[in-house]
C-alpha cells in the first residue's frame, strides 16, 4: 500500500502582527522588474550575512533595517505589515517567511531546491541512486491575513557517481558516447561524453571562441 503525506496548519500570527522593512527599488529598464531586484537581493545578502533578505517585483524585504547597500539605492523605505489586499505583498512576505525558515534551519538541514533534507540523514542506495527522503514547505498568506503553512512529505533522487567521480578514480572507462551525470546537479539530466579537452579552462576554446572563464564570466555580467 502506498502513503502519501501532506498536511497544513494554521500560524497563530496574522500577516497584520508582522512589520518588514519594505524597500522600493528604482527600475531604469522595465523589461527588468522581475529580475533586477533579485540581482541586487543577492548582493545585499553578502553585505548583511546576518539577516534574511528576499525579493520580489520592484521590493527587496527583510525583518531587519539592511544597512550595507554599497553602490546600490531604493525610492522608498517602510517599516509596516503588508498590504494583504495586494498579491504583490502577500507574495513578499511568504517568501520572507520561507527563507527566514531556511537560514535558521541551516545547521541541521540541507537545502535542495526548496526542499529541507537532513544534513547528516540517512539516505537508501538503489543501483546508482540516492534516495534521500525530504520535505517541501510552502507559506500561504491570504487577504484576510491569516498565514497558513504546508509540509509535504517528498524524497530527492541523485545520482551516485558522477562524470568528476569517474575522472577521479577510474577515467580508463570513460569513452565516446557514454552517458555521464553533471557533478553540479545530479538530478538533472545525462550528458554524452564526447573527450577530454586539450586546453585548460583559461585557454581559448575553439567552440566557444574564448576561453570557458571568460564565457561563464560573461553570462554573470549580463
Not at 521590493?59 to 517599516?79: K, L
Not at 505589515?81 to 513578499?92: A, D, H, N, V
Not at 517528498?154 to 575522472?167: G, M
Amino acid at each position: 500500500m502506498n502513503h502519501y503525506y501532506f498536511s497544513e496548519c494554521k500560524a497563530n500570527e496574522k500577516a497584520s502582527d508582522i512589520a518588514i522593512h519594505l524597500y522600493t527599488i528604482p527600475l531604469s529598464n522595465p523589461h527588468e522588474k522581475y529580475s533586477y531586484a533579485h540581482s541586487i537581493a543577492y548582493e545585499l545578502r553578502k553585505l548583511n550575512s546576518y539577516i534574511t533578505v528576499t525579493a520580489h517585483g520592484q521590493y527587496i524585504a527583510s525583518f531587519e533595517e539592511i544597512c550595507h547597500w554599497r553602490d546600490h539605492r531604493y525610492i522608498q523605505h517602510e517599516y509596516r505589515p503588508i498590504q494583504c489586499s495586494l498579491p504583490m505583498e502577500r507574495t513578499i512576505l511568504e517568501r520572507l517567511l520561507k527563507k527566514e525558515l531556511e537560514n535558521r534551519c541551516k545547521s541541521s538541514y540541507k537545502m535542495d531546491n526548496d526542499l529541507f533534507r537532513l544534513a547528516n540523514g540517512q539516505s537508501m542506495h538503489v543501483g546508482e541512486i540516492s534516495v534521500h527522503p525530504a520535505i517541501y514547505i510552502s507559506f500561504s498568506v491570504e487577504e484576510n491575513g491569516d498565514i497558513f503553512v504546508g509540509f509535504d512529505y517528498q524524497h530527492r533522487f541523485e545520482y551516485r557517481k558522477t562524470l568528476q567521480d569517474v575522472i577521479n578514480n577510474d577515467p580508463s572507462i570513460l569513452k565516446e558516447g557514454m552517458e555521464v551525470v553533471d557533478p553540479f546537479n545530479r538530478r538533472a539530466y545525462y550528458y554524452t561524453f564526447v573527450g577530454m579537452a586539450d586546453y585548460t579552462a583559461g585557454q581559448k576554446s575553439p567552440f566557444l571562441q574564448q576561453s570557458v572563464i571568460d564565457y561563464y564570466l560573461s553570462i554573470l555580467q549580463n
